[in-house]
């Protein structure tokens, strides 16, 4: 494992359940190598941090939940991955799971998965430097 906190950041769809969260973190673990590896922080949209999903994924897991605003994820942009021109629309942006991930790891965070997407979730994963 390398050094740094490991960040997923998690897009989801409103009404969204943790079971579906919970697979597609996962899978994103899997897909970076690091199955099992635990997840202290998950970051997602202000607006969908109280979702009752986010609230008992996060929980299930032992993980807080960084809201991050809209407007934050703009800076981040240059950085994603991946483009949906749907969430490009909406938030300016091409992957908000990407996006919260980098915004949530600071400066100097690097994106270790790019986002995968599960139903009414995508999953991205980012390390912070320190």
């Known amino acids: 494992m390398s050094a740094g906190r490991l960040v997923a950041g998690i897009g989801i769809r409103p009404g969204t359940g943790a079971a579906d969260i919970l697979a597609c973190l996962d899978a994103a673990l899997a897909g970076a190598g690091i199955a099992g590896e635990a997840t202290p922080l998950f970051a997602t949209l202000a607006s969908r941090a109280g979702e009752a999903g986010i609230v008992a994924a996060a929980a299930a897991r ?50 270790l998965q790019p986002r995968i997407a599960s139903g009414r979730v995508t999953c991205a994963l980012a390390r912070s430097v320190a």
């Open 62 to 111: 032992a993980a807080g939940i960084v809201a991050v605003p809209d407007e934050a994820l703009k800076g981040f942009e240059a950085a994603c991955a991946t483009r949906s021109t749907r969430i490009a629309a909406l938030y300016g942006v091409g992957s908000v799971a990407e996006a919260a991930a980098l915004a949530a790891a600071g400066p100097g965070g690097r994106l």
